[in-house]
């Protein structure tokens, strides 16, 4: 269920009550190759955790703004103020520095970090087409057709006989509790795709691909309130260069935030 084929059901309701426009033909290709593209990008990412460990994958994603801001100049001739590119800089740079934390060879030459520079690449090329769909029909259109293109790319794995077996495996053998934790990660996650497609509607595909580098702020706060609460779950480091660490990276991101709201 992971990624956009996850929406067709909620979406295919939408198209029986409200109708599905057929944009042209250059924006319908673009649709739903980007619908694709966010459902490739993660396959090099699980290869990159197959590799290494998830510590020294996860900051790698930092390098994605950089190719949005890129391709988004070639493709949509985007370009961002000073202002927007020192925000740009701040967010990159505290959400790589407050996920990195004390892991060493993040940089090290291996296949991880070329897995990592593909997902990079092919997100960014997602954050940058739906940027150009939505700049040519409304969000429920692009959405629509983003989720057609994201399913047609899964399709076909489940004409694979051990895909399918696989599949009725985890079902399977999944307790109910984790079912309705798995569940619930994907209402999550589909939130989060849905809200990542509407940023795109009103901003540029660097800046969204930035603004989403402060994932570790929140993964630090929550990991913050449940050692403070909860301390036999989860024990937090307080050491205090530890908490510099994270203080300085959490100073550059609220920066960045505040240069691109203000």
């Keep these: 269920m992971n990624g956009l084929a996850g929406l067709l059901p909620i979406l295919l309701l939408g198209v029986v009550f409200w109708g599905l426009p057929v944009p042209a033909l250059g924006v319908l290709g673009a649709s739903l190759i980007t619908g694709a593209l966010f459902n490739y990008q993660m396959l090099p990412y699980f290869k990159a955790l197959q590799i290494t460990d998830a510590s020294r994958v996860v900051p790698l994603y930092q390098f994605t703004p950089f190719f949005a801001l890129v391709f988004a100049y070639l493709f949509l001739h985007e370009s961002l103020s000073y202002k927007a590119l020192i925000a740009l800089v701040l967010l ?65 794995l489940l004409l694979v006989h051990k895909t399918r077996h696989d599949v009725r495996q985890v079902v399977t053998t999944m307790s109910n509790k984790i079912k309705s934790l798995f569940f ?75 240069l691109v709201t203000v």
Aim: hydrophobic share 55%; glycine share 8%.
């Design 92 to 156: 990159v740079l505290g959400g790589f520095i407050i996920s990195i934390e004390k892991v060493e060879g993040v940089f090290r030459l291996s296949k991880a970090l070329l897995y990592m520079l593909c997902a990079c690449i092919l997100y960014a090329l997602y954050l940058t087409l739906s940027r150009y769909v939505y700049l040519h029909v409304s969000y429920f259109t692009g959405m629509a057709w983003q989720t057609i293109g994201g399913f047609i790319s899964v399709a076909p």
């Design 184 to 258: 619930t990660m994907e209402a999550l996650n589909l939130l989060a795709i849905l809200s990542v497609q509407l940023a795109l509607v009103s901003g540029p595909a660097a800046l969204v691909g930035a603004l989403g580098g402060i994932q570790p702020l929140y993964i630090l706060v929550l990991t913050a309130l449940v050692s403070t609460w909860l301390p036999k779950i989860l024990k937090e480091d307080t050491a205090w260069r530890t908490l510099a660490h994270k203080s300085f990276a959490v100073i550059l991101i609220i920066a960045g935030v505040a």
